[in-house]
């Protein structure tokens, strides 16, 4: 069975989230402006957003009566929006009443990433990991795609094709998942061969959150073309180079972003992406430092790289984009406004997050800012793994030290 992937280039879009026990409405505004940018990504044209304060999700409908009502009076007073995607990722039962009543094109968060993935896999693993992905979203909302085949009375005699249909798309769709799990067990004893081909260098993983520069840092390093751009999951495949600092070569590998709420499956399918990540020496956890919210960035990327591997990982943090930093800042009268004061490289290493980690450091990937300070110390970190597994070669860097 043939996955259909959807484009959205020039869809008018209008999203809707949630204020819930489980994320306040700080939280439910910063989630529905990335997914704004997801949908911008896509290719998606934002109309509006529309949040709802709920205790729980509507078990039908996602939102409340008034607010569908309320979405659907805006839809139809807009004739050029045709499309509605929502925060979370829908069940079966929301997804057709959702199209039933707004009768506009529904997505959700897992299904748009599924689709900027489809667009951005670029060799064969990972095509047949978002493949797979797509396959394994789609098995359980098999019965609305055959609304127009469905039952309308019950007894005997009375079985329409409909039931017939689903249940031969199913057992094409497992069928289809069965043969793309082989095929990904395949590519993932290749990859498996390639790595040991690579010998003992010291191998470095590039991780962070989506759209933080790692790309822009990969070219940097390896003087390569990586490709990089302002757009979330602009790098899907893992890309691997050698990189050498002065007399030390290693293995750099730009691995894909992470993301909220990143469907459970998704990280099932890109299990072999990943292993550059379980596979490495050392991290180099990326952060943009002019995020608003890259605290809680740095968080989710830690419990995503717990999930994937239990073992703790030297790691060197990594604040990027100082260039575009601004630290909000009151004044001691409270009825003064809030002011944006620009700090400097100085000023950064004397803030509290300067102590997240003793190996962090500040630069500029874009701008080139602090750079040599950044391959000095990536230097440190390569050469202390490298001798305590080469003992032998210490005296090499002894000769050759040029820091």
Avoid at 135 to 145: A, D, F, I, S
Avoid at 161 to 185: A, F, H, V, W
Avoid at 289 to 316: C, D, G, R, W
Wanted: proline residues 2%; glycine residues 4%; neutral net charge.
């Amino acid at each position: 069975m043939e996955i259909q992937r959807t484009e959205i280039y020039s869809e008018n879009a209008v999203l809707v989230g949630l204020i819930t026990q489980q994320q306040n409405e700080n939280q439910a505004k910063e989630y529905i402006e990335e997914l704004a940018f997801l949908a911008e990504t896509a290719g998606a044209l934002l109309v509006k957003k529309f949040l709802q304060r709920l205790q729980y999700p509507n078990p039908r409908t996602f939102v409340g009566t008034g607010k569908l009502d309320e979405i659907k009076q805006f839809i139809d007073d807009n004739e050029d929006v045709n499309m509605a995607i929502f925060d979370d990722e829908l069940s079966p039962v929301q997804l057709k009443n959702l199209e039933e009543t707004l009768k506009v094109k529904i997505l959700d968060r897992t299904n748009l990433i599924l689709d900027i993935f489809a667009k951005r896999a670029q060799t064969a693993s990972a095509k047949t990991q978002v493949e797979l992905a797509q396959c394994q979203y789609m098995l359980p909302r098999l019965t609305r795609l055959w609304t127009h085949l469905e039952r309308q009375r019950g007894g005997i005699g009375m079985r329409g094709p409909g039931e017939t249909q689903i249940e031969t798309d199913r057992r094409i769709l497992l069928t289809k998942i069965s043969l793309l799990k082989e095929d990904l067990k395949n590519l993932d004893k290749q990859m498996a061969t390639q790595r040991k081909n690579r010998g003992k260098m010291v191998r470095v993983a590039l991780v962070g959150y989506t759209n933080v520069g790692k790309s822009t840092i990969m070219n940097l390093l390896s003087k390569s073309e990586v490709f990089a751009e302002n757009k979330l999951f602009a790098t899907l495949d893992t890309t691997v180079r050698k990189v050498i600092i002065d007399n030390l070569p290693f293995l750099l590998s730009d691995t894909v972003g992470f993301i909220r709420k990143l469907p459970h499956h998704l990280i099932e399918s890109f299990k072999s992406t990943l292993d550059e990540v379980r596979e490495a020496d050392l991290l180099v956890h990326i952060i943009d430092i002019s995020h608003k919210n890259f605290e809680e960035q740095y968080q989710t990327v830690n419990k995503t790289l717990s999930e994937i591997n239990k073992e703790e990982k030297p790691a060197i943090v990594v604040f990027n984009k100082i260039d575009n930093f601004t630290f909000l800042k009151k004044d001691d009268d409270d009825l003064s406004p809030i002011t944006r004061e620009n700090y400097s490289l100085e000023d950064l290493k004397k803030t509290w997050f300067a102590q997240l980690h003793e190996n962090c450091i500040f630069i500029s990937a874009a701008k080139k800012q602090n750079i040599d300070e950044f391959k000095n110390l990536l230097y440190k970190k390569i050469k202390e793994i490298h001798i305590e597994r080469y003992p032998y070669n210490d005296f090499l860097f002894q000769k050759y030290e040029v820091f």
